[in-house]
């Protein structure tokens, strides 16, 4: 079957670093995607993982191991506004539908 | 500016009422989606359309239809909405299936079935 597995809620304090999980089991691995978001609005694009390795975007990087089906997303010198859900959503490859298996997503709250 | 615009933003309907979602994009993709997405899930396929190809996710409801009457707008017909229904719905288009293209999301309609 296909899951992909991240934690439901994480704090973190502004300034700092956090560390967003995820894990999958799918039937195919076409790339891995993180998205940002905010309450009431549209999920926004954060970063693309196809090759083992991290990939550095600004305050945000994310690194895959497809050996381990592992990724996680990093997020440095927090700011309120981070405060948001981050979904994992892998591509799982069958056929060429470009289908995306969303994660249930990480809720992260950022405190002062 | 908004790229994928879906209208309205808030949806009140009744039991068993028809009603009609719509989306269109500016950036002239090929594919459209439609996704449900209830609270604290994730967004879930419902559907995709690759020009005019339409495909089905195998578990869509035969209650859930789409069209795409040209490139810009894609629309989802519910005909007979159920109180399960009432989620947020989200279009979302891309360029193409290739793997590192990204979806690009509007801001989705919350549907609400009284």
């Known amino acids: 079957g296909q899951n992909i597995d991240q934690p439901t809620e994480m704090t973190a304090t502004e300034g700092a670093i956090v560390q967003i999980n995820c894990t999958y089991q799918t039937s195919g691995f076409n790339g891995l995607f993180w998205y940002q978001q905010h309450a009431g609005e549209a999920p926004t694009f954060l970063s693309y993982?196809?090759?083992?390795g991290l990939e550095e975007k600004g305050r945000f990087s994310s690194f895959l191991s497809r050996s381990k089906g592992y990724s996680y997303l990093l997020l440095k010198e927090l700011q309120m506004k981070d405060s948001a859900s981050y979904l994992c959503?892998?591509?799982?490859?069958?056929?060429?539908?470009?289908?995306?298996?969303f994660g249930q997503g990480t809720t992260l709250q950022v405190k002062p | 500016d908004a790229m994928v615009i879906q209208n309205p933003r808030y949806q009140v309907t009744q039991f068993g009422k028809p009603v009609t979602l719509s989306c269109s994009q500016t950036l002239n993709h090929n594919v459209m989606y439609w996704y449900q997405q209830k609270s604290s899930q994730a967004p879930k396929l419902l559907f995709h359309y690759y020009d005019k190809d339409f495909n089905n996710e195998a578990d869509t409801p035969d209650n859930f239809q789409s069209r795409r009457p040209n490139t810009s707008f894609c629309f989802l017909d519910i005909r007979s909405p159920g109180l399960g229904d009432a989620a947020m719905y989200l279009c979302?288009?891309?360029?193409?299936?290739?793997?590192?293209?990204?979806?690009?999301f509007g801001d989705g309609t919350r549907l609400s079935i009284l």
């Open positions: 959503a892998v591509r799982d490859g069958i056929g060429n539908t470009g289908k995306l298996i």
């Open positions: 979302a288009t891309s360029r193409g299936l290739s793997s590192g293209q990204p979806q690009h």
């Open positions: 993982n196809v090759l083992d």
